[in-house]
């Protein structure tokens, strides 16, 4: 087979895919393994601690979209990685300035401050190389990494409990820590080996350049308003629910959300927004076509399975993985089943979107899905006030951002075939 975009991106999303599932696997029984023994409370102050500093940093996660388009179209790797390298810079000293603190002495989560600052300074190092190999198409060394990394952490985790009689806190944050600056040397060494890294040296701002920083911004604050779609959930289960209901959502539902993202959405970002950016800049259109036909099948593929799997076996899943206490979560995720196809097609507009360089447009359709989730919870409080109206408005969400998704994707193509030949 020829090396087609269409190739490549068939080739790097399967491939992702498997490495994904491996990841989710290993993740998902080490958490299994250590809910089984490790006290409650120190998985709570652990996971606390890893999603407040992670919302901070991963706002710059949204650069990889941005770096990938603007690189597509202008080959300045040198100004673009010093913008994102000065931008990393600023906010880890912003978490470390300001939200550490905040962890420290506002909500008194009694974690060593050692740890703290190698939370921080791991995940920064990842976020850089993960985004820098993004940016060059690297997709072999990222689909490395995706399953190494919570292999890594798992051996350190026992390294240091076992070899080294750390706590079971302790060691959680000190397998993380050494996880992420593994994960980002190994990557660094691998893009090394075919890519000369760019020195450290002042901007030149050209119009390309500015037009790059307004689209990091306008990438970014959408990766914020994607992970307050979430986070609404979460503020609404507690506000309206009991502390049951919130076990179930946390601990069921938002990881398999998660999980399902991470194997089917976030490939789309990685390894198809790339492509779509190349053949866009290179009026490569055949290949889209081709591309787009091939995730709309896998999609309908993927969520008419879970759909099926888990209308017949929800209940069964639920209770296999997890104690009894948590059975109700089984309806919930059976909800969440509806919309998935929604959520991997909306992925694939929104990168067709951006891949044109329509990043303003792209945020626009995501403040629509928070605003339509929230709207769409109290509506569905008025005829019901059972916990699946919060998985229920979030799917709402989707939807929106869909159809207004597929309006602008439509524009976009009509533009394409009315272009002279």
Not at 69 to 97: C, E, H, P
Not at 175 to 200: C, D, E, G, W, Y
Not at 208 to 234: H, P, W
Not at 368 to 378: A, E, P
């Amino acid at each position: 087979m020829t090396d087609t975009a269409f190739a490549r991106v068939k080739h790097a999303f399967v491939n992702a895919i498997w490495a994904t599932l491996a990841s989710v696997s290993l993740g998902l029984a080490f958490k299994i393994w250590l809910a089984q023994w490790v006290a409650k409370s120190d998985l709570a102050l652990y996971h606390t601690v890893v999603d407040i500093i992670s919302m901070s940093l991963i706002l710059l996660s949204g650069f990889r979209a941005s770096m990938v388009v603007s690189f597509s179209q202008t080959k300045n790797d040198a100004d673009i990685t010093n913008i994102f390298r000065y931008s990393l810079i600023t906010m880890v000293l912003f978490t470390w300035g300001l939200v550490l603190p905040y962890i420290k002495h506002q909500l008194n989560i009694d974690v060593e401050y050692i740890q703290l600052v190698g939370v921080i300074l791991g995940m920064g190092f990842k976020v850089y190389f993960t985004n820098q190999i993004g940016m060059y198409r690297l997709y072999d060394i990222a689909n490395k990494t995706t399953w190494l990394e919570p292999l890594v952490q798992v051996l350190l985790f026992l390294t240091c409990y076992y070899a080294f009689g750390q706590t079971p806190l302790a060691s959680l944050f000190y397998s993380l820590i050494l996880s992420n600056f593994s994960v980002a040397a190994f990557m660094f060494i691998q893009r090394r080996k075919q890519i000369a890294t760019t020195p450290l040296a002042p901007v030149q701002l050209d119009t390309d350049m500015r037009n790059f920083v307004k689209k990091s911004v306008m990438s970014s604050l959408e990766v914020g308003a994607s992970i307050l779609m979430v986070y609404i959930t979460v503020l609404l289960t507690i506000g309206y629910f009991t502390i049951d209901e919130l076990g179930d959502f946390q601990v069921v539902v938002r990881p398999m959300l998660a999980y399902f993202t991470m194997l089917f959405v976030f490939p789309v970002y990685r390894y198809i927004l790339p492509e779509l950016a190349q053949c866009i800049r290179g009026e490569q259109h055949h290949q889209v076509v081709l591309i787009r036909r091939w995730f709309i099948k896998l999609s309908l593929a993927i969520s008419i399975s879970l759909l099926i799997i888990l209308l017949l076996f929800s209940k069964n899943i639920v209770s296999f993985v997890f104690p009894e206490a948590y059975a109700q979560a089984a309806p919930i995720l059976m909800h969440f089943a509806l919309f998935f196809i929604f959520m991997m097609l909306n992925a694939y507009q929104v990168a067709y979107i951006k891949a044109h360089g329509l990043f303003m447009q792209s945020l626009l359709i995501r403040i629509l899905g928070v605003v339509t989730l929230v709207s769409m919870f109290y509506i569905l409080r008025l005829h019901t006030d059972n916990v699946v109206a919060v998985i229920l408005a979030l799917g709402f969400g989707y939807v929106s951002m869909f159809i207004a998704s597929s309006i602008l994707e439509r524009k976009l193509i009509k533009q394409h075939r009315a272009e002279p030949s």
